[in-house]
């Protein structure tokens, strides 16, 4: 049971790990400590589901829809576009926010809309959680998977209460406005990036 765990997490760690879209909105509201820790647990709970789906087959399912991974493709296209420019535009603004969280219902309602959308709205998330993880998973024996897919969540878990817990800790020094400047600057040319990777990739 240990060996299949233990290949869950290897495998989730290196795929959640590189820095992307979804660790870069973790990672700016855990410098603003902007309810970080409900963000996490957010991308915790979309992760779970879907290593499960793709762990127990659902990577077959998806890949059988191509509109639906069109539609997917452009609608995280069009959000990241948004998204990015309203970073840079901080960025050129010279914008500065407090680092204390803003409460409300309205604000959180607002965090929670997005972060779901920087991670459903992701393609890439798909490809890794469910078809790569799916993947893996099929070479295993069956009684094997469910230690799989229990390896795979532990990653994401320390991965993003670990992420979102040390930019807080961090916030004082990276909330500088020259540093949160340049993360704004970082995440909206990340989003544009990725906007146009998953452009060229669908028009090919």
């Given at each position: 049971?240990?060996?299949?765990?233990?290949?869950?997490?290897?495998?989730?760690?290196?795929?959640i790990?590189?820095?992307?879209?979804?660790?870069?909105?973790?990672?700016?509201?855990?410098?603003?400590?902007?309810?970080?820790?409900?963000?996490?647990?957010?991308?915790?709970?979309?992760?779970?589901?879907?290593?499960?789906?793709?762990?127990?087959?659902?990577?077959?399912?998806?890949?059988?829809?191509?509109?639906?991974?069109?539609?997917?493709?452009?609608?995280?296209?069009?959000?990241?576009?948004?998204?990015?420019g309203?970073?840079?535009?901080?960025?050129?603004?010279g914008?500065?926010?407090?680092?204390?969280?803003?409460?409300?219902?309205?604000?959180?309602?607002?965090i929670?809309?997005?972060?779901?959308?920087?991670?459903?709205?992701?393609?890439?998330?798909?490809?890794d959680?469910?078809?790569?993880?799916?993947?893996?998973?099929?070479?295993?024996?069956?009684?094997?998977?469910?230690?799989?897919?229990?390896?795979?969540?532990?990653?994401?878990?320390?991965?993003?209460?670990?992420?979102?817990?040390?930019?807080?800790?961090?916030s004082?020094?990276?909330?500088?406005?020259?540093?949160?400047?340049?993360?704004?600057?970082?995440?909206?040319?990340?989003?544009?990036?990725?906007?146009?990777?998953?452009?060229?990739?669908?028009?090919?």
């Amino acid at each position: 049971m240990l060996i299949p765990v233990v290949q869950g997490f290897m495998v989730g760690a290196s795929l959640i790990m590189p820095i992307g879209v979804q660790n870069a909105y973790v990672l700016s509201r855990g410098i603003r400590r902007q309810h970080h820790l409900l963000v996490a647990s957010l991308c915790l709970f979309c992760d779970l589901v879907l290593i499960l789906v793709g762990v127990f087959g659902g990577g077959r399912w998806l890949g059988s829809m191509p509109w639906l991974q069109a539609g997917l493709t452009w609608g995280g296209v069009a959000f990241l576009l948004v998204y990015g420019g309203r970073s840079l535009g901080a960025a050129w603004r010279g914008e500065v926010r407090s680092l204390q969280a803003e409460s409300g219902p309205e604000k959180r309602l607002a965090i929670i809309v997005t972060t779901l959308a920087v991670t459903l709205l992701n393609p890439h998330v798909y490809l890794d959680t469910v078809m790569i993880l799916g993947s893996v998973a099929a070479q295993l024996a069956h009684q094997e998977q469910s230690g799989f897919a229990l390896g795979a969540v532990l990653a994401s878990t320390v991965w993003f209460y670990g992420l979102a817990l040390l930019a807080a800790r961090l916030s004082p020094w990276l909330a500088r406005p020259a540093v949160q400047r340049g993360v704004d600057v970082l995440i909206g040319l990340l989003m544009w990036s990725v906007a146009g990777s998953l452009a060229w990739s669908a028009l090919r």
